[in-house]
């Protein structure tokens, strides 16, 4: 069998999101959703979980690098409640720690010098990270 994952670097102005599948275990950059009045655009979404089908959800939980919480940890827990909640499908948090800054160095970009673009091609290759990272480090025995 071969199941689909979508990955999700929650954040609130900006949703980054890959996708990934089980034989190969190899994630992709998708889309970068912008969020309306800091909440997430749920039409963007939906039409994303339709065209994909996905086995399951994977989002990644922003800790501070001592693991203890962020700000938006709380927010990112609930959006993926959320998730969950809305679509019926198994929603797994990832730890995310550096997958911003990963995704930054790839790009070659330092933050000061980004354009909006550029920010949007961090986030959903953030969301790749994110996922990969599941991907490699997860026993995939989902039902």
Same mark, same amino acid.
């Given at each position: 069998?071969?199941?689909?994952f979508?990955?999700?670097? /929650?954040?609130?102005?900006?949703?980054?999101?890959?996708?990934?599948?089980?034989?190969?275990?190899?994630a =992709?950059?998708?889309?970068?959703?912008?969020?309306k009045? @800091?909440?997430?655009?749920?039409?963007?979404?939906?039409?994303l979980? !339709?065209?994909?089908?996905p !086995?399951?959800l994977?989002?990644?939980?922003?800790?501070?690098?001592?693991?203890?919480? @962020?700000?938006?940890?709380?927010? !990112?827990?609930?959006?993926?409640?959320?998730l969950?909640?809305? /679509?019926?499908? &198994?929603?797994?948090?990832?730890?995310? =720690?550096?997958?911003?800054?990963?995704?930054?160095?790839?790009?070659?970009?330092? &933050?000061?010098r =980004?354009?909006?673009? @550029?920010?949007?091609a961090?986030?959903?290759?953030?969301?790749?990270?994110?996922? @990969?990272?599941?991907?490699?480090?997860?026993? =995939?025995?989902?039902?």
């Amino acid at each position: 069998m071969n199941r689909t994952f979508l990955g999700f670097d /929650y954040g609130t102005k900006r949703i980054g999101i890959a996708v990934g599948q089980e034989i190969t275990a190899t994630a =992709r950059a998708l889309i970068t959703i912008n969020s309306k009045n @800091q909440k997430p655009d749920w039409d963007a979404i939906s039409k994303l979980i !339709a065209e994909w089908q996905p !086995a399951l959800l994977v989002v990644g939980l922003p800790l501070h690098m001592d693991g203890t919480e @962020q700000p938006v940890t709380d927010a !990112a827990r609930r959006f993926g409640n959320q998730l969950k909640g809305r /679509y019926n499908l &198994p929603v797994e948090m990832m730890d995310e =720690r550096l997958s911003s800054h990963e995704a930054e160095s790839l790009l070659e970009q330092g &933050p000061s010098r =980004r354009n909006k673009k @550029q920010n949007q091609a961090i986030d959903h290759l953030a969301a790749q990270l994110i996922l @990969q990272s599941w991907l490699d480090n997860t026993e =995939r025995t989902i039902e």
